[in-house]
């Protein structure tokens, strides 16, 4: 029996955790007898119990820090190799969920003697985070994205980074939800407090539109936690017009989604934008950014905007408001393209592909 090791620090529910989760309850990954690692208990490690999936916590340390790159990495590498050790099977390959977890996945792998995959995820990785954390000396790296795909090939010109896009699951497309009969007065707005989320940017379109005089009163629910001004100043005090809530971590995405006619998704960067997909998939209009695999989405140039343009929002959402009955959202086309690129079929295929040549080279 052969086995493969994810290593994911944190636990609740986002972007990262829902792909990883999608991942390792795929039929095409039980050939690898998949074992989780992770620094905690959250969403992540009780939906893999729930699904089978053997489960270890043990606390990540700070991989960075002089303490760990001198023995804390190689102390957890022992740590969670003695719980290995318990289970049955030979651990093959140990995949890293993100560049953060490059360092101690390196030590595990070392520890186990096993091959090493790397995921690239986050948008705002530089090239100093892949020397950092070591992503070059993974035997495979692949990447989420098209672009973080050609930004890290132009950082390791002499190895492939390969494409392995993110991927939802056939259940969770729904029949679009027919248009509402007037613009809705209560929006959902996804993100998160990180001032790449772009929340800034549609407040700052908010106040745009109060100031034209063409905002009614509405509603714009933010998923995710209001943001430390410090960190992300969304200026809230100057909206009259648009009342911003904040719901805090959301769990079930798919049923708050539901409740929903538009949602709104002002990310000024992305590598996939998975929670702006499963919005298309659940079958609410969008209006988005052009990031990630959008654009390879949407198709209806009235849903798309550039990101970190605040002016060109406004305009988007002025039309939105003045065009309601007559738009087309083309969450039907929007479905077709995500079935036909975006499955997670596809990203197991891709992914279990490099397990199976790292396994037969080391033989």
């Not at 529910?13 to 039929?27: D, E, F, I, K, S």
């Not at 995820?121 to 985070?129: I, K, L």
């Amino acid at each position: 029996m052969t086995r493969a090791l994810f290593l994911q620090k944190r636990a609740h529910r986002a972007g990262a955790q829902t792909c990883l989760a999608r991942m390792l309850r795929h039929p095409g990954m039980r050939p690898w007898n998949p074992v989780l690692v992770c620094s905690e208990s959250g969403w992540l490690t009780a939906e893999c119990e729930r699904h089978g999936i053997t489960v270890l916590i043990e606390p990540f340390p700070s991989s960075r820090a002089i303490t760990a790159r001198l023995w804390g990495n190689a102390a957890f590498a022992r740590r969670v190799a003695a719980q290995v050790a318990a289970l049955p099977g030979t651990p093959t390959i140990v995949h890293a969920n993100d560049h953060w977890e490059g360092l101690i996945g390196l030590a595990v792998a070392a520890t186990l003697r096993a091959r090493t995959v790397m995921h690239l995820r986050s948008p705002g990785m530089c090239v100093s985070d892949y020397h950092k954390y070591r992503c070059g000396n993974y035997d495979a790296i692949v990447a989420v994205g098209d672009e973080i795909q050609a930004r890290a090939q132009r950082w390791e010109p002499n190895k492939p980074i390969r494409l392995v896009h993110d991927g939802l699951e056939p259940s969770e497309f729904m029949l679009p939800k027919p248009m509402a009969a007037a613009f809705p007065k209560r929006v959902l707005v996804l993100g998160s407090p990180l001032d790449w989320k772009g929340w800034a940017d549609l407040t700052e379109a908010l106040f745009q539109l109060e100031q034209a005089g063409v905002l009614p009163d509405m509603q714009f629910d933010f998923t995710g936690s209001r943001p430390d001004p410090e960190h992300n100043d969304l200026r809230l005090g100057r909206l009259r017009r648009a009342q911003c809530r904040f719901l805090g971590r959301v769990e079930q995405f798919r049923d708050l989604v539901l409740g929903y006619e538009l949602a709104i998704h002002p990310s000024r960067m992305e590598t996939f934008a998975m929670a702006a997909a499963e919005v298309l998939a659940a079958g609410v209009p969008l209006l988005t950014t052009r990031t990630g695999i959008l654009e390879q989405v949407q198709e209806q140039a009235a849903w798309l905007v550039p990101p970190h343009q605040p002016a060109v929002l406004a305009a988007g959402l002025c039309n939105l408001m003045e065009n309601w009955a007559s738009l087309d959202a083309g969450v039907a086309r929007c479905q077709a393209n995500l079935r036909a690129k975006f499955l997670v079929d596809h990203c197991v295929a891709k992914l279990t592909a490099e397990f199976t040549r790292l396994a037969a080279a080391a033989e």
